[in-house]
């Protein structure tokens, strides 16, 4: 029984640890991921399932091993099926991540370039949203940073107009068909409006946020971009960015955003 205890440890490889390293890192950052929505129930049941079929797989129980077997690699497949807003949001997130950013501008040294390099007029959106805040028009708009959010931008309504301080006020009003939804601006320009934005997953949200600022906080969360939210309610403004909510006076919020730019850019 040593001898046999002696011979398993014998033939433990370094690449063997680093393996098991691996699956526990893997399963730890599925289970943040998930944890604290109804998909967590299913996780832990399916790896249950796995952690069974291994048992009985070591003690060479043929026709379970077979059963649970089928039953994995058909439940892997519902999982994509199940899960298919949660992967897509993960995979998202990991293309808005600094690596994927660091490996774009890796390719946009050598000419290949993916985004306009002209710059948003702030001013009038800030005067428009200024001007909603006193009215108390409710508003959400989207600023493209690295990527044009395309997935979003074919949810709604495309405008592809230039920026002005009357069409942004017209787009919101509170009878226009295009008012309900997020608005899309990309390259200097308006590019679609009634866009349809994910909701965030997060609990701990304050009770004063509607269904505007947690559509703000997730596609905040999932895309590279910064959002601009009007409280229809009180007229506030904020502005999100990376699941962050910030409160900014009317004065502060063209500062905000280039301050939010700025940091964006160090931080390549």
């Known amino acids: 029984m040593v001898d046999l205890m002696i011979d398993a440890f014998i033939k433990v490889r370094f690449l063997d640890v680093l393996d098991i390293f691996l699956v526990g890192l893997l399963l730890y950052m599925v289970y943040?991921?998930?944890?604290?929505?109804?998909?967590?129930?299913?996780?832990?049941?399916?790896?249950?399932?796995?952690?069974?079929?291994?048992?009985?797989?070591?003690?060479?129980?043929?026709?379970?091993?077979?059963?649970?077997?089928?039953?994995?690699?058909?439940?892997?497949?519902?999982?994509?099926?199940?899960?298919?807003?949660?992967?897509?949001?993960?995979?998202?997130?990991?293309?808005?991540?600094?690596?994927?950013?660091?490996?774009?501008?890796?390719?946009?040294?050598?000419?290949?370039?993916?985004?306009?390099?002209?710059?948003?007029?702030?001013?009038?959106?800030?005067?428009?949203?200024?001007?909603?805040?006193?009215?108390?028009?409710?508003?959400?708009?989207?600023?493209?940073?690295?990527?044009?959010?395309?997935?979003?931008?074919?949810?709604?309504?495309?405008?592809?107009?230039?920026?002005?301080?009357?069409?942004?006020?017209?787009?919101?009003?509170?009878?226009?068909?295009?008012?309900?939804?997020?608005?899309v601006i990309a390259n200097n320009k308006i590019v679609s409006a009634r866009c349809i934005l994910p909701i965030t997953q997060q609990t701990r949200l304050p009770g004063s946020y509607g269904l505007r600022h947690r559509a703000g906080i997730g596609v905040s969360e999932t895309h590279d971009c910064i959002v601009l939210v009007v409280s229809e309610e009180t007229g506030s403004i904020r502005i999100v960015y990376d699941g962050k909510v910030t409160d900014v006076k009317p004065s502060e919020m063209k500062a905000k955003i280039k301050e939010i730019e700025s940091r964006k850019n160090l931080s390549k």
């Not at 002209?118 to 009215?135: F, V, W």
């Not at 592809?160 to 008012?179: G, M, Q, R, T, V």
């Open 32 to 183: 943040t991921w998930i944890k604290g929505s109804s998909a967590i129930n299913i996780f832990l049941t399916i790896l249950g399932i796995v952690v069974i079929l291994k048992v009985v797989q070591l003690l060479h129980m043929e026709l379970l091993s077979a059963i649970l077997g089928a039953f994995v690699d058909v439940g892997f497949i519902a999982l994509i099926i199940i899960f298919q807003p949660e992967i897509r949001r993960f995979l998202l997130s990991i293309g808005n991540s600094k690596f994927a950013v660091g490996f774009r501008n890796l390719f946009s040294k050598f000419g290949l370039k993916y985004k306009s390099d002209e710059s948003t007029d702030l001013d009038t959106i800030c005067e428009a949203c200024i001007s909603m805040g006193e009215g108390k028009v409710g508003a959400l708009i989207l600023l493209t940073q690295e990527n044009d959010l395309q997935d979003i931008v074919d949810t709604g309504v495309k405008i592809d107009a230039i920026i002005s301080k009357p069409l942004l006020e017209n787009i919101f009003f509170k009878n226009s068909p295009l008012h309900d939804g997020a608005m």
